[in-house]
Nanobody, 119 residues
Framework: QVQLVESGGGLVQAGGFLRLSCAAS????????VGWFRQAPGKEREFLAA????????SYENSVKGRFTISRDNAKNTVYLEMNSLKPDDTAVYYC????????????WGQGTQVTVSS
């Protein structure tokens, strides 16, 4: 059983930078896909980015492409989301989730970390 724990959220001014971490425990994720999502108050959960841990292949939602970067450190069993040029609209709870492979459902979720961007 995999457990995921996000960290790195906080309060930042518009234009600022944050790096979120998603640490996995309980099982090595080397063959998995890990994704980052967010949910703002009153809005549906939104996919942001994903990475295949074995190959490093990444994908991004268009609205964050060029501002957000997903990466992984397989030795640390950790996936990161670097967020640049943050906007107030980026304010949300950010979650990471894992899937066992391409096309599989994201079935393990972290508890989330709050990101608040002030104007």
């Amino acid at each position: 059983q995999v457990q995921l724990v996000e960290s790195g959220g906080g309060l930042v001014q518009a234009g600022g930078f944050l790096r979120l971490s998603c640490a996995a425990s309980g099982r090595t994720l080397s063959s998995y896909i890990v994704g980052w999502f967010r949910q703002a108050p009153g809005k549906e959960r939104e996919f942001l980015a994903a990475i295949r841990l074995r190959s490093g292949l990444t994908s991004y939602e268009n609205s964050v492409k060029g501002r957000f970067t997903i990466s992984r450190d397989n030795a640390k069993n950790t996936v990161y989301l670097e967020m640049n040029s943050l906007k107030p609209d980026d304010t949300a709870v950010y979650y990471c989730a894992s899937a066992t492979g391409p096309g599989a459902t994201y079935d393990t979720w972290g508890q989330g970390t709050q990101v608040t961007v002030s104007s």
